[in-house]
């Protein structure tokens, strides 16, 4: 499992962004080679001059410290946007 910062998007004043985890598997047999991958979305990040949110996609609060543990650079992407 990986997660992975959508681009976030400007709206308004405000900056959004998903984040995603995302599984990859390679298989392979005798008569041939093939992958699949699932992208599933976990957080919706919002930002604005002041302030970073995160909630789930139930809208429980999540902590941005924990996020940006588990996804480094999270919290610069979401300021990077002017």
Known sequence: MTLV??????AG???VAVLSETHVTAHGSGR???ATAIKTPV???????DSLHA???RGRPLDTD???AAC???VARMQAIP
Do not use: H
Not at 5 to 10: E, F, G, N, Q, T
């Open 5 to 10: 910062l959508d681009p976030p998007l400007k």
């Open 13 to 15: 004043s405000r900056r």
């Open 32 to 34: 041939g080679l093939w």
């Open 43 to 49: 957080a919706v990040l919002v930002a604005d001059a």
């Open 55 to 57: 909630m789930d996609l």
């Open 66 to 68: 924990t996020l940006e």
């Open 72 to 74: 480094p650079g999270l």
